[in-house]
């Protein structure tokens, strides 16, 4: 597979060789045709063949490279019709007479050769003989000539797509991990502020974090086992802070590992804690499901809230990225839907792993 790429990477650098090649080929086949149906000695089917080949190779440029793309492809359809037609008719002249400067070469009497008038007047056998093997040759350069085209603006146009997603998705990470990261240190410096004798352990619980946050997600995707230990660790630093007042269920129902971008649940949960227990002075709960239903992966986190709560934008920055997130890895595989209750938040996160 290398060595293959290196052959196209190396003519599609080297344009001028490529077309020779594929000339040199086309003309070696004409010329074996040539040989079986006629019968004819070798130097006779390689000056013919290579007469004729001359105005076909020039009317296939003529139609590739100036009639398709200076008029057609810019929808100057008349103008392009009327160069079609007058360009068909030339090099199928053009076409006669490089036969016929065969035909000398080989010894055949100049007064048996048709004149120059002769042959432009003669529509019907210009038409019957020359036009439709010229049209031949032409289809087929053209046809490969714009599937490779079309393979290489194809190719450019995943490079550029792959380069973006790669640039947005490192974006987004940069912005989710400082996000987190100022939530959690709040919460440090409000048991430091109380001098709290948890204090140490939540320090301790955010290396572990942050360890995996700074050194061991800065790919793709992670495994699912992974985000979870994040998560409980995060959730074991969260209630910290409410001591016996919030509860929290964790529901695992993940039997095969598999894997997601990382940091998306974390900042779910984040804006759970945040948006509930961090807005409810009563005793709020929250409640997390994770389970993995053949290909589909489900995440489901509900938070109480307040009845007096009111939701502020500038709470939100995590979602939305979220959501673009996701819109950039899986397109239309997922569906994250959100809803805020009379008493209550949910976000669904669902996942096809096809």
């Known amino acids: 597979m290398n060595l293959i790429k290196q052959f196209s990477d190396y003519f599609n650098k080297n344009r001028i060789l490529s077309h020779f090649i594929f000339w040199s080929i086309f003309y070696l086949l004409d010329v074996f045709q040539y040989l079986i149906v006629t019968d004819n000695e070798i130097k006779k089917a390689l000056l013919f063949?290579?007469?004729?080949?001359?105005?076909?190779?020039?009317?296939?440029?003529?139609?590739?490279?100036?009639?398709?793309?200076?008029?057609?492809?810019?929808?100057?359809?008349?103008?392009?019709?009327?160069?079609?037609?007058?360009?068909?008719?030339f090099f199928s002249v053009c076409n006669r007479l490089m036969i016929h400067l065969g035909e000398l070469i080989i010894g055949i009497p100049l007064h048996k050769i048709e004149s120059l008038l002769e042959v432009i007047i003669d529509y019907k056998y210009l038409i019957s003989r020359y036009i439709p093997s010229n049209f031949f040759v032409a289809l087929i350069f053209i046809s490969i000539k714009y599937v490779i085209g079309y393979q290489k603006m194809r190719n450019k146009e995943l490079k550029i797509d792959k380069?973006?997603?790669?640039?947005?998705?490192?974006?987004?990470?940069?912005?989710?991990?400082?996000?987190?990261?100022?939530?959690?240190?709040?919460?440090?410096?409000?048991?430091?502020?109380?001098?709290?004798?948890?204090?140490?352990?939540?320090?301790?619980?955010?290396?572990?974090?942050?360890?995996?946050?700074?050194?061991?997600?800065?790919?793709?995707?992670?495994?699912?086992?992974?985000?979870?230990?994040?998560?409980?660790?995060?959730?074991?630093?969260?209630?910290?802070?409410?001591?016996?007042?919030?509860?929290?269920?964790?529901?695992?129902?993940i039997e095969n590992d598999l894997e997601i971008p990382p940091l998306i649940l974390l900042s779910l949960v984040e804006n759970a804690f945040k948006h509930g227990a961090g807005e409810d002075s009563g005793s709020p709960k929250i409640d997390i499901e994770v389970s993995n239903i053949k290909e589909l992966f489900v995440f489901r986190i509900s938070n109480t809230v307040s009845s007096d709560y009111e939701h502020q934008n500038k709470g939100t920055i995590g979602l939305p990225n979220i959501k673009k997130q996701l819109d950039l890895i899986y397109n239309e595989a997922y569906n994250l839907s959100i809803e805020n209750l009379e008493n209550s938040f949910v976000v669904l996160l669902e996942i096809n792993q096809k």
């Not at 007469?51 to 008349?78: E, H, M, T, V």
Request: charge should be positive.
């Open 49 to 89: 063949n290579f007469s004729a080949l001359i105005p076909q190779i020039l009317f296939s440029y003529y139609l590739g490279y100036f009639i398709i793309p200076k008029f057609f492809l810019k929808k100057k359809y008349l103008l392009a019709i009327g160069l079609f037609i007058i360009g068909t008719y």
């Open 163 to 253: 380069e973006r997603v790669a640039s947005e998705l490192k974006t987004l990470k940069a912005q989710l991990n400082p996000h987190f990261l100022f939530n959690t240190l709040n919460n440090i410096y409000s048991l430091s502020i109380c001098n709290s004798p948890e204090t140490s352990a939540s320090i301790n619980k955010l290396s572990e974090i942050l360890d995996y946050v700074l050194y061991r997600c800065n790919t793709k995707f992670v495994l699912l086992s992974n985000e979870i230990k994040l998560l409980r660790n995060y959730i074991e630093l969260e209630k910290l802070r409410y001591d016996n007042r919030l509860e929290v269920t964790f529901l695992n129902q």
